[in-house]
């Protein structure tokens, strides 16, 4: 429902989109109550909803076409550009992509959270300033603590919360300011 998003933001009405583009106010009431997928839209009707919404029809599309791959997967795979790309690199990298704001204004508040706090440990690790346009992210928290799927494991093999607190005792911070607990990023094969 990215379109309801952005009519949050822009402080606009169903009404007045539909008038601006040009596209019928029960196909905009559709896209929005997600009776009708975007994707399913003519090309033109989504091309004319994102020029009008100021946004891309990549960005209008990416709900419905992108799929989210799980969370271990994607930490995996983090980790693993890290150590092929080399720190700054894997900065460079993810900044010029935007990545962490992209992950974000998906909703994708886990990997957003998580790419941000990797950019700011590798930060540390090698003296460098944080870089300021996600200031507004880092206070962000996931209301409840994500452990690694093995700390899950153990505490249900255990029957004990022991491995939960050994991760947070262990937890990288930077991690940890978003309620994730993470203690080794650079351990991968």
Known sequence: MIVNEILEQKNMTKYKLAKLANVPQT????????????DKCAAGTIYKLAKVLETSMELLLSAEVEERPAFEIFKS????RVKEMGDLNF??????????????????YLE????????DFISRENNIPLCKKYNDLRNARL??????TGVYVMCMASGNEQAKNEGLANAIPEFLRHNIVESEVRNVC
Not at 91 to 108: A, E, G, N, P, T
């Open 27 to 38: 196909t905009i009431i559709d896209i929005c109550s997600g009776k009708t997928k975007i």
């Open 77 to 80: 795979n983090v980790c693993h």
């Open 91 to 108: 900065i460079f990298s993810v900044l010029q992509k935007d990545d962490v704001r992209k992950f974000y204004d998906k909703r994708w």
């Open 112 to 119: 957003s959270l998580y790419l941000l706090a990797m950019l």
């Open 143 to 148: 209301q409840e603590t994500v452990y690694p």
